[in-house]
Each structure stands twice: as C-alpha cells, then as structure tokens.
Nanobody, 120 residues
Framework: QLQASGGGLVQAGGSLRLSCATS????????IGWFRQAPGTEREFVAA?????STYQPDSVKFTISRDNAKNTVYLQMNSLKPEDTAVYYC??????????????????WGQGTLVTVSS
C-alpha cells in the first residue's frame, strides 16, 4: 500500500514536500515513481527513484526525489513552484525495465493522490 501526503495550497515560488509512505518490507525493493495529473490532461511522469537510489526525472521538472528505506518513505521536494505545477500528485511502486521508468504501465501499485494547488 502507498499513502501520498503533503499536498496543499501554496503561492507561486513556494515549496512543498510530498511524502509517499509505503508498507511492507518488499517495497524497499521497488522503484517508486511520482506522477501528476491536471484536470483534462494525461497523467505524466514527474520523477522516480530505484531501490538502489538512482533517480530519473524529465528535463522539464526540477523537483528532487529521495527515499528513506528505514522509514519506507519516498519524498518529492518541490521548490520554485509555478501555477502549471497544479495537479493531483500520485506515487506508485513497480519494477520498471531499463528505459521504461517513465511509463505508467510499469507500475503495479498506486497511492490515492494528493492535491497540489499553486496560486499565481
């Protein structure tokens, strides 16, 4: 199971830190990804971190992903937020193959999402 939290309302230029709490020892072996979905858009990849610590993110996103395996938690630090970052943010767990870490279909477990609203 995954539980995303930390969303809220923030002004442009502000920061938020999202958390994805996982349960079960096996989740330490999974890649954890963050995706976001704004109204009327496709769910898009934001960042991912493998069990060994390798991180992935698109060039268009400058957030920082990290994980604390002792706490079974993955974090997404979001700084310099913009109104276009407004979306529901989801964390997901899976074992994506090499080169497929950005694909939603590679993730088997999804959290419920946390809403991030950035006001201008």
């Amino acid at each position: 199971q995954l539980q995303a939290s930390g969303g809220g309302l923030v002004q442009a230029g502000g920061s938020l830190r999202l958390s994805c709490a996982t349960s079960g020892r096996t989740f330490r072996t999974y890649t954890i990804g963050w995706f976001r979905q704004a109204p009327g858009t496709e769910r898009e990849f934001v960042a991912a971190i493998r069990s060994g610590g390798s991180t992935y993110q698109p060039d268009s996103v400058k957030f920082t992903i990290s994980r604390d395996n002792a706490k079974n938690t993955v974090y997404l630090q979001m700084n310099s937020l913009k109104p276009e970052d407004t979306a529901v943010y989801y964390c997901a767990a899976g074992s994506p193959a090499l080169g497929r870490v950005r694909m939603k279909s590679e993730y088997d477990y999804w959290g419920q999402g946390t809403l991030v609203t950035v006001s201008s």
